[in-house]
């Protein structure tokens, strides 16, 4: 069958009967998408609702790390659903702004592409990516602009209408045809003028002191092989915003069951099967057994992939855990698809996906856990496969103990793993008697990024609220494990180290706020004084990096003039990391997260100490 479908995207769209003006009626109702609207619950319900701290949480906890503390108005949000028997998945994105940004912009598209991941409505089934659906529609204001073009010969071209030269100079465009970004999506033919940039109310090119040149910021694209464009247009009449809106119209293929073929196939392959079951039991051919994985590194995706060939028989495996065990794995190994169905002579390729994170670095870091495992693939009605599952894990200060960094002279990569261990698990101190050498005051890792922070980034605006990129943090990473300051200089941006500071911060297994103190910390959260009691109760290496941290912050704020971060804005985002409830407490509410937040908030408003 097929369906048609309309897609409608803008910025600043008014409520009411004026959402719509504009536009010619046609047999499919337009589906609309939002950026930069007033997001209060006022704009939407006339009284409060108890839903609304559940919508705060999900949204929140669903976040990237670097960018869950933030309060920004750049991502992306998708819908996805399921008609007939095709699946198809609506996007809709605000990437960031500026011209030179097109290369964020194109890791923003491959963070939301990874990122996002859906639920299917069948219990078991694994988790569903966008490029996975038959059909994906992917529209908003992506804001990619024109290369390097004069504003004067930009406007001859939109008056003459010679949209197909101007179009050349597209970013989207060029990075497309590079396939570095929308790999697989197609776009309909720009017939119009530039959408972005007009001022409000009127069909004017921008003269404010910006004076943007004008640019084909809102899109709208799609990938499948049943979705043929039926129209792509703007419209020039709505005028709220500064820019104009696009739409499109689409005529989608989708599969629909023959309900008499699928009743009558489903009743010979249940006969089929009754014959075979007596004669046969299911077996396959597995195309690797034994899987080592090389030199791990903390949050560094590793897959190693193998095929399973079935036999005559149909079967259905899936990994099964062994005795006495929850999961099937342990918690750095995944395997995709963990279960599944297959004909006969047919294959499947199973990615087995090992990552270390914040839950498995420390056990790592110690040597109390190995990258060891045993899998086991059970074929229902027949034998049991076993995998062999083995690698080395450098060790990473992610994951670490502040103590044990404390008392880490030299990069952990260099330092035998007797000693890692060692100093992992020693108690946690009240002093420094541990040791015959005195520790550092505050670990090394620690005060490289906050030096760099300090000496490039004071100026930065957005910073701690606009993530860095994979790369760079990875760069970050090996530079902290193995002191190899060289190696970082000018490559890495300001906002991936702060996101590398965050994701430090985070990966501490003991808080700078320890986990005892937490309940304390919430209770005085409106005296400074008791406040700095329960500081100065903490072990002497965590009262250090509380000051030095907080000390760092108050360096930032002096410059709010220029990187626009404010008390509340940091209060918010290190309330979280430094004060974190211990392992079992309940997830903490909105009143709890405020109480954290005016803790760290009540330090940074106090005159104190300088880094």
Not at 300 to 310: A, G, R, Y
Request: charged share 25%; glycine share 6%; net charge negative.
């Amino acid at each position: 069958g097929r369906s048609r479908v309309s897609l409608f995207s803008t910025e600043e769209v008014m409520w009411g009967g004026h959402m719509c003006r504009g536009f010619s009626p046609t047999a499919a109702s337009p589906g609309c998408s939002f950026q930069e609207l007033d997001l209060s619950k006022e704009a939407f319900f006339f009284n409060d609702t108890p839903k609304e701290e559940e919508w705060f949480k999900a949204v929140t906890e669903s976040l990237h790390p670097g960018a869950k503390y933030a309060k920004g108005n750049k991502g992306g949000v998708a819908i996805r659903f399921q008609f007939h028997n095709s699946t198809v998945c609506v996007v809709n994105a605000h990437l960031a702004a500026h011209p030179e940004e097109y290369e964020r912009r194109n890791q923003e598209v491959r963070d939301i592409c990874a990122r996002m991941q859906f639920h299917p409505l069948e219990p078991g089934c694994p988790l569903l990516a966008i490029k996975e659906h038959d059909v994906v529609l992917w529209l908003g204001d992506l804001n990619y602009r024109l290369e390097e073009q004069d504003m004067e010969r930009v406007k001859k071209l939109i008056q003459t209408q010679d949209f197909q030269a101007l179009h050349q100079h597209d970013q989207l465009k060029i990075q497309r045809e590079a396939k570095l970004v929308f790999e697989g999506f197609q776009e309909g033919e720009i017939s119009f003028q530039p959408t972005y940039k007009y001022n409000p109310g009127s069909d004017d090119w921008d003269d404010s002191a910006e004076c943007r040149v004008p640019a084909w910021c809102d899109r709208i694209l799609w990938s499948g092989k049943t979705v043929s464009l039926l129209s792509y247009q703007s419209h020039m009449a709505l005028k709220n915003s500064d820019h104009k809106p696009v739409s499109a119209i689409f005529d989608v293929g989708v599969k629909v069951v023959d309900k008499k073929s699928y009743c009558k196939a489903f009743e010979g392959i249940v006969r089929s099967l009754d014959k075979m079951e007596n004669a046969s039991i299911p077996s396959v051919t597995l195309s690797k057994r034994e899987f080592l994985f090389k030199d791990v590194k903390y949050l560094q995706l590793q897959v190693e992939s193998f095929t399973i060939s079935n036999g005559p028989v149909p079967c259905q495996f899936e990994f099964i855990s062994k005795p006495n065990e929850d999961a099937y794995c342990k918690p750095w190994l995944i395997a995709k698809p963990s279960k599944g169905f297959l004909m006969p002579d047919s294959e499947v390729v199973i990615a087995l996906e090992l990552c270390v994170n914040k839950s498995t670095a420390t056990a790592l870091n110690s040597g109390e856990e190995k990258l060891e495992d045993i899998l086991v693939l059970h074929l229902d009605r027949g034998k049991d496969y076993f995998l062999s599952v083995s690698g080395n894990y450098l060790p990473s200060c992610f994951g670490c103990p502040i103590q044990t960094l404390c008392y880490m002279k030299e990069p952990i990569r260099e330092m035998l793993p007797e000693a890692i261990r060692e100093l992992t698990l020693m108690p946690l101190l009240t002093d420094d008697a541990f040791w015959e050498e005195k520790p550092l005051d505050v670990p090394k890792e620690l005060w490289m990024m906050v030096d760099l922070l300090c000496r490039s980034a004071c100026h930065q605006e957005g910073l701690f609220q606009q993530p860095g990129l994979r790369p760079e943090f990875e760069q970050i990473r090996d530079w902290l494990d193995t002191g190899t300051l060289d190696v970082l200089g000018p490559v890495a941006s300001n906002h991936s180290v702060a996101e590398a500071l965050l994701l430090f911060l985070e990966s501490l297994p003991e808080p700078v706020v320890c986990y005892k103190s937490y309940r304390s910390s919430l209770e005085c959260a409106n005296s400074y004084e008791m406040s700095s009691q329960v500081i100065s109760m903490l072990p002497k290496c965590h009262q250090n990096v509380f000051h030095y941290l907080v000390a760092f912050l108050r360096e930032l704020l002096k410059h709010t003039g220029k990187n626009h971060l404010d008390v509340n804005v940091l209060a918010s985002i290190f309330g979280g990391l430094l004060l974190r409830p211990p392992p079992g407490h309940t997830q903490p509410g909105t009143a709890e997260k405020q109480k954290a937040q005016q803790f760290i908030q009540q330090f940074l408003c106090h005159e104190g100490g300088t880094l």
